[in-house]
């Protein structure tokens, strides 16, 4: 296919992505009847014309505000994201799902496409044996609301607003990944619609390959997911921690770093926070799967290995749903601060407008005091540097990332105070690419960047060959594909 003029990509927060043209080179189609859809939806469609579009179109970086839907489907059963699967299939339109509508580059704001809001599909129910069966749609606030009424755990994100579905699709890394696993190792069954229209359970016996895929693999690709059923952990109670030491000493944290999160049991999270700047500064903040007198020692031995005294350090025996609670950014997840104020949301949880790229380190840093360097040397520039390993390394699914100690994710605002979207793109470009020539090529897929090099063995690694088969079999077409995705439309 050639592309004339402008080429539309969308990602989905719960797995479905799809391509489209404008231009000159664009298909002839038929006019889409939006009037048969809309008659085929239990939820509600909306198109440019009707009252509440404006809303209900937007994602959650400001960013995106110019890309304009043909129409936003606020699907209420998986019937609906069938039907809507269809059509779109039909009338060859640009398809989109959004689930929290976080995603970096705002694919599921799709020009001219369908976006399929799972929003409504937010519904959570806890058995007595552990097991969770969550909507797509549902925000980690209501999961970890729901999980923890039930005295029960889920290891996944932390931003409250974070829809379920994309972040288990592509992995699902958190303050207690390396005592439980990733979100997607929690994985019983989902229920997905296929590109054929299918509403299929897939699970490790019943098409093992497309649910091993979407375990990790997720990223756009196979389908829209509209449930997933979770194995949940007892709670327990956790503990939080904070270490802050002066600026000269992020060389020798690095430096101690690696080796230290492999001498710490399952149970230690950490997680190296650095602002960038004239005047740099980090801190050092965690979550132990214990009492904090237990992760005292730990702690201690990172200092040691340091060899630079903490200038704070502070530490909290917690709830499991009030740890989530610390960690989610916005307080008390039942607040209206918490919920979204997009996708038509009645919240005030403010909208994002910045730019992201990520790396992960599998090995000790060569030289940390030029990491240190490169990671502060711009402005108001913020690097996260996550913890891996423990039950993380033990895991199997198409998440390809399970030797990697930590990942780095890099984080730029656009605004009048850094430039505009392309300016910002070109800065974190560099700091992304000067940490891939230290740590190795691969990031992580929940932290899209279109401008990622070889961004398939990126974010794919060696899965790659055995992702692209399972899409050339469930897609054959091409349905979903779009520019960083694993199927191809021909």
Same mark, same amino acid.
């Given at each position: 296919?050639?592309?004339?003029?402008?080429?539309?990509?969308?990602?989905?927060?719960?797995?479905?992505?799809?391509?489209?043209?404008?231009?000159?080179?664009?298909?002839?189609?038929?006019?889409?009847?939006?009037?048969?859809?809309? /008659? &085929?939806?239990?939820?509600?469609?909306?198109?440019?014309?009707?009252?509440? %579009?404006?809303?209900?179109?937007?994602?959650?970086?400001?960013?995106?505000?110019?890309?304009?839907? /043909?129409?936003?489907? &606020?699907?209420?059963?998986?019937?609906?994201?069938?039907?809507?699967?269809?059509?779109?299939?039909?009338?060859?339109? !640009?398809?989109?799902?959004?689930?929290?509508?976080?995603?970096?580059?705002?694919?599921?704001?799709?020009?001219?496409?369908?976006?399929?809001?799972?929003? !409504?599909?937010?519904?959570?129910?806890?058995?007595?044996?552990?097991?969770?069966?969550?909507?797509?749609?549902?925000?980690?606030? +209501?999961? %970890?609301?729901?999980?923890?009424?039930?005295?029960?755990?889920?290891?996944?994100?932390?931003?409250?607003?974070?829809?379920?579905?994309?972040? #288990? =699709?592509?992995?699902?890394?958190?303050?207690?990944?390396?005592?439980?696993?990733?979100?997607?190792?929690?994985?019983?069954?989902? @229920?997905?619609?296929?590109?054929?229209?299918?509403?299929?359970?897939?699970?490790?016996?019943?098409?093992? +390959?497309?649910?091993?895929?979407?375990?990790?693999?997720?990223?756009?690709? *196979?389908?829209?997911?509209?449930?997933?059923? *979770?194995?949940?952990?007892?709670?327990?109670? =956790?503990?939080?921690?904070?270490?802050?030491?002066?600026?000269?000493? =992020?060389?020798?944290?690095?430096?101690?770093?690696?080796?230290?999160?492999?001498?710490?049991?399952?149970?230690?999270?950490?997680?190296?926070?650095?602002?960038?700047?004239?005047?740099?500064?980090?801190? =050092?903040?965690?979550?132990? #799967?214990?009492?904090?007198?237990?992760?005292?020692?730990?702690?201690?031995?990172?200092?040691?290995?340091?060899?630079?005294? !903490?200038?704070? @350090?502070?530490?909290?025996?917690?709830?499991?749903?009030?740890?989530?609670?610390?960690?989610?950014?916005?307080?008390?997840?039942?607040?209206?601060?918490?919920?979204?104020?997009?996708?038509?949301?009645?919240?005030? %949880?403010?909208?994002?407008?910045?730019?992201?790229?990520?790396?992960?380190?599998?090995?000790?840093?060569?030289?940390?005091?030029?990491?240190?360097?490169?990671?502060?040397?711009?402005?108001?520039?913020?690097?996260?540097?996550?913890?891996?390993?423990?039950?993380?390394?033990?895991?199997?699914? #198409? *998440?390809?990332?399970?030797?990697?100690?930590?990942?780095?994710?890099?984080?730029?605002?656009?605004?009048?105070?850094?430039?505009?979207?392309?300016?910002?793109?070109?800065?974190?470009?560099?700091? @992304?690419?000067?940490?891939?020539?230290?740590?190795?090529?691969?990031?992580?897929?929940?932290?899209?960047?279109?401008?990622?090099?070889?961004?398939?063995? /990126?974010?794919?690694?060696?899965?790659?060959?055995?992702?692209?088969?399972?899409?050339?079999? %469930?897609? !054959?077409?091409?349905?979903?594909?779009?520019?960083?995705?694993?199927?191809?439309?021909?």
């Amino acid at each position: 296919m050639t592309f004339n003029r402008r080429t539309f990509l969308r990602v989905s927060g719960a797995g479905a992505v799809v391509i489209g043209v404008s231009g000159a080179s664009a298909p002839r189609l038929a006019h889409p009847r939006w009037d048969k859809l809309r /008659a &085929k939806l239990k939820g509600q469609l909306y198109l440019p014309s009707d009252p509440g %579009y404006d809303g209900v179109r937007t994602g959650f970086m400001t960013m995106f505000d110019d890309q304009f839907p /043909a129409a936003v489907a &606020k699907v209420a059963r998986p019937e609906d994201v069938q039907a809507c699967v269809e059509f779109a299939a039909r009338y060859d339109i !640009p398809i989109a799902a959004r689930s929290g509508g976080h995603g970096y580059v705002g694919y599921s704001t799709p020009d001219r496409g369908l976006v399929v809001d799972l929003g !409504p599909l937010n519904a959570i129910e806890v058995h007595p044996d552990g097991r969770a069966v969550v909507g797509a749609g549902a925000r980690l606030g +209501e999961v %970890y609301t729901a999980v923890a009424k039930a005295g029960r755990l889920l290891p996944a994100g932390s931003c409250a607003t974070v829809g379920i579905g994309g972040l #288990a =699709l592509g992995g699902g890394i958190g303050v207690l990944g390396r005592k439980y696993g990733l979100t997607c190792d929690r994985v019983v069954s989902m @229920r997905v619609v296929t590109p054929d229209g299918r509403l299929r359970t897939v699970s490790a016996s019943s098409e093992p +390959e497309l649910f091993w895929a979407l375990r990790g693999g997720g990223g756009g690709n *196979f389908g829209i997911v509209t449930s997933f059923t *979770f194995d949940t952990a007892p709670a327990r109670d =956790l503990s939080v921690f904070a270490l802050g030491f002066v600026p000269e000493a =992020l060389p020798s944290v690095l430096a101690a770093w690696h080796d230290w999160v492999l001498s710490t049991p399952d149970e230690m999270w950490a997680s190296i926070g650095i602002s960038g700047g004239v005047q740099p500064s980090f801190g =050092l903040e965690g979550c132990f #799967a214990g009492p904090a007198s237990a992760a005292a020692p730990f702690l201690d031995d990172l200092v040691r290995r340091v060899g630079s005294k !903490p200038t704070s @350090r502070s530490a909290e025996d917690l709830s499991y749903f009030a740890t989530m609670e610390r960690f989610g950014g916005c307080g008390d997840f039942t607040a209206p601060k918490c919920g979204p104020s997009w996708s038509g949301g009645k919240g005030q %949880y403010a909208r994002g407008a910045y730019v992201g790229a990520s790396r992960m380190i599998s090995a000790p840093l060569s030289d940390p005091a030029h990491f240190a360097e490169v990671v502060t040397a711009t402005p108001t520039m913020y690097t996260i540097v996550d913890t891996f390993g423990g039950a993380i390394a033990r895991g199997d699914s #198409a *998440f390809p990332h399970r030797d990697a100690v930590s990942s780095t994710q890099i984080l730029l605002d656009v605004g009048p105070s850094t430039g505009d979207e392309a300016t910002v793109r070109r800065q974190v470009g560099q700091v @992304r690419d000067e940490i891939g020539r230290m740590t190795g090529p691969a990031g992580y897929v929940n932290y899209l960047d279109p401008e990622m090099p070889d961004w398939a063995h /990126a974010y794919y690694g060696r899965n790659l060959p055995r992702l692209r088969r399972v899409a050339r079999k %469930y897609d !054959p077409e091409g349905l979903f594909a779009f520019a960083q995705g694993l199927s191809t439309k021909e």
